[in-house]
């Protein structure tokens, strides 16, 4: 079936340190993989997205690369700063299990991000 | 923008009181959702609706039922409210690509407290 694995938080950084939250995952077809963001007292939102192997996603200084070989989905940032404090979760989007033609997501159990200035 | 809005961001109810959480996308997504979040567990798929009357469970779809009369708006009903589902809930919409893997969109949550 589908399932998404990452690491487990709390992550505790200074600013400026270099970022890397780990996301491995199984998958019966060829999923899409996503990083979402929430931060504190809001809904999800989509940070980035890779559609097919070796793809690389990014977006506000954040990347991932989606990796078939080690089906790994890794989130990394450079350059920390306070404001990326927040819970990260990883996600693949693949056809529901049971015959389902149905797209739906599988969501890791997230990664609480706190960044110390 | 893509915007989905939650009716309420905090709602305390009480025990076997029935309850109605509501959910309007402005993008005409065929797509709707709904999750709980727990901590530890992350989120977790009660219902989706792929259509206007269309509904199909999700992995926890028990004491909860769905209603989607037509396409922006997805509601999700808890009968008899208890207090295990104290509980964040999240609805996300998407639009139906041909591959079926498509990006959620997520409004900003409900926090619901039952006494």
């Known amino acids: 079936g589908n399932s998404v694995t990452q690491m487990e938080g709390p992550v505790t950084l200074s600013e400026e340190a270099f970022l890397t939250i780990n996301c491995t995952y199984t998958?019966?077809?060829?999923?899409?993989l996503f990083w979402y963001v929430q931060y504190p007292g809001e809904g999800l939102q989509l940070l980035l997205k890779?559609?097919?192997?070796?793809d690389k996603g990014s977006n506000k200084g954040f990347e991932a690369t989606y990796r078939k070989e080690t089906t790994s989905f890794h989130l990394e940032k450079g350059s920390v700063q306070v404001s990326d404090s927040a819970v990260y979760f990883c996600?693949?989007?693949?056809?529901?299990?049971?015959?389902?033609?149905?797209?739906?997501?599988?969501f890791g159990r997230g990664t609480q991000l706190t960044v110390w200035p | 923008d893509v915007k989905v809005t939650q009716s309420s961001r905090y709602l305390v109810k009480r025990t076997g009181e029935k309850v109605f959480l509501e959910c309007v996308q402005d993008m005409d997504h065929e797509n709707m959702f709904w999750y709980r979040q727990d901590p530890g567990l992350g989120l977790r798929l009660i219902y989706f609706?792929?259509?206007?009357?269309?509904?199909e469970k999700g992995d926890i779809p028990e004491g909860y039922s769905v209603s989607r009369e037509k396409k922006e708006r997805f509601s999700l009903i808890l009968e008899s409210a208890s207090t295990n589902q104290t509980s964040m809930y999240l609805c996300a919409s998407s639009h139906t690509n041909r591959d079926r893997k498509e990006t959620q969109y997520f409004g900003p949550g409900t926090r619901l407290l039952v006494l």
């Open positions: 996600a693949l989007s693949d056809l529901g299990g049971r015959g389902s033609t149905l797209g739906r997501l599988y």
């Open positions: 609706s792929y259509d206007v009357k269309m509904k």
């Open positions: 890779a559609t097919k192997a070796d």
């Open positions: 998958a019966t077809g060829y999923p899409s």
